[in-house]
Nanobody
Framework: QVRLVESGGGLMQAGGSLRLSCAASERTFSRNVMGWFRQPPGKERDFVAASWSEGTTYYADSVKGRFTISRDNAGNTVYLQMNSLSPEDTAVYYC?????????????????WGRGTQVTVSS
């Protein structure tokens, strides 16, 4: 069973930056698609970004140009750099992994999940 552990969340003022990290328990997992989702209070879990091992990335429109996903395959870690944060980015952020070659934006298409890390942005 692959285990994902997120870190790096916290409280930030609007306009600030945070970097989230997600460490995977198995080295082989670095070859799979990894991504980030977020769930605002009282809302559904939404796709944020995905990263393929060869370098391809994909973003939700709401974060494009502000967030950057990256990965360290040797270190089995994926990152989410979040810039120009706004209160609308407040959510629990989840790291996810998929064994599918092209998982979609829906949570059910992703195989592994971390427990999440809270990001709160104040105005």
């Amino acid at each position: 069973q692959v285990r994902l552990v997120e870190s790096g969340g916290g409280l930030m003022q609007a306009g600030g930056s945070l970097r989230l990290s997600c460490a995977a328990s198995e080295r082989t997992f670095s070859r799979n698609v990894m991504g980030w989702f977020r769930q605002p209070p009282g809302k559904e879990r939404d796709f944020v970004a995905a990263s393929w091992s060869e370098g391809t990335t994909y973003y939700a429109d709401s974060v494009k140009g502000r967030f950057t996903i990256s990965r360290d395959n040797a270190g089995n870690t994926v990152y989410l750099q979040m810039n120009s944060l706004s209160p609308e980015d407040t959510a629990v952020y989840y790291c996810a992994g998929s064994t599918l070659g092209s998982p979609g934006n829906l949570p059910l298409q992703w195989t592994y999940w971390g427990r999440g890390t809270q990001v709160t942005v104040s105005s």
